[in-house]
């Protein structure tokens, strides 16, 4: 099933969001070609955000493959899922839209959602930039209706 924006989600697809602890951010690198990130997120204002934390550069000095990427074509998808080996608890929810690469110093609200769920951050906030996605269209589907 899908919707045109998050505030049409079921709550059990919003819920699913607001809980998920990891997402996975898809997104199209430099010669086109899908790439399927695992992320860190928060839900703020319509938008989900993740940060460029201290994590060690491939090459020190230059912005993250995922920031390049996106700042070259910003079309992205950003899914959340819950695995179960009791497969009538799967359910997943697909966030479509255009993702901005934000400078942490200008988006105080993602950053302060992002610090809130993450222990890791609240000890060493991360410097960013931010991505943020904001729904143009969501999907989303699950297994069965007990939850």
């Known amino acids: 099933m899908g919707v045109s924006g998050f505030d049409d ?9 607001g809980t998920a602890r990891v997402a996975r951010l898809g997104l199209l690198d430099e010669g086109g070609h899908p790439r399927v990130l695992p992320i860190t997120f928060a839900f703020a204002h319509g938008r989900i955000w993740s940060a460029v ?25 950003i899914t959340v899922d819950r695995y179960s080996d009791d497969w009538r608890r799967l359910a997943w929810v ?7 690469v934000v400078e942490a110093h200008d988006a105080p609200d993602g950053l302060e959602r992002l610090v809130a769920k993450y222990r ?28």
């Open 120 to 147: 890791q951050y609240a000890e060493s906030p991360p410097p960013g930039p931010l991505i943020a996605l904001e729904p143009e269209r969501c999907l989303f589907w699950r297994a069965s209706a007990g939850d």
């Open 9 to 17: 989600l079921p709550a059990w697809a919003a819920n699913l969001i």
């Open 94 to 100: 697909q966030l479509l839209g255009t993702a901005r």
């Open 53 to 77: 934390d201290e994590k060690p550069k491939a090459e020190p000095g230059k912005d993250l493959a995922r920031v390049r990427f996106l700042r070259r074509d910003p079309r992205a998808a």
